[in-house]
């Protein structure tokens, strides 16, 4: 070869490497194309799953009524309905019993003044009154 020709190269070498680059590069794209599709796949849940996922958590139905759910209660007054649960004045008895035999937990429960929805103090849901304030889950 003579140092002329030295860094030279044929059109025919040029194709090749050109061809040669663009097999590489295309085949370098359809594996990224085949990774991203799976990568997604594995990172994106179904349409339908997220859908039914959201309705199951969202799905806890209407709420019922404070008076429907404690009205039972002896001495029942209804002194609040709070999305989350119940306060009302009774006579006789304690929250705790109170509160599940009508289908909720007992959050918390009070001595009352004068027979109103004032608080007084708290006390515990299995304390005994001759009438109080229970909290009352919904």
């Known amino acids: 070869m003579t140092p002329a020709h030295a860094g030279a190269t044929s059109d025919a070498d040029m194709s ?5 680059v663009d097999q590489a590069s295309q085949h370098d794209v359809d594996l990224d194309a085949a990774h991203d599709s799976t990568t997604a796949e594995q990172k994106t849940p179904d349409v339908d ?3 039914d996922m959201q309705s199951a958590d969202l799905d806890t139905g209407p709420l019922v009524p404070c008076a429907t759910k404690y009205g039972s209660v002896a001495g029942f007054k209804l002194c609040s309905e709070e999305p989350t649960q119940c306060v009302f004045y009774f006579q006789g008895g304690n929250c705790q019993d109170h509160c599940t035999k009508n289908g909720g937990t007992c959050n918390k429960a009070a001595a009352e003044v004068s027979n109103t929805c004032e608080v007084s103090h708290e006390t515990t849901c299995a304390t005994d009154h ?4 229970c909290f009352c889950s919904r």
């Not at 090749?16 to 040669?20: D, I, K, S, Y």
């Not at 001759?130 to 304030?133: F, K, R, W």
Request: glycine letters at 16%; a negative charge; aromatic letters at 16%.
């Open 16 to 20: 090749l490497v050109f061809v040669f």
């Open 49 to 51: 799953q997220t859908t």
């Open 130 to 133: 001759g009438d109080g304030l």
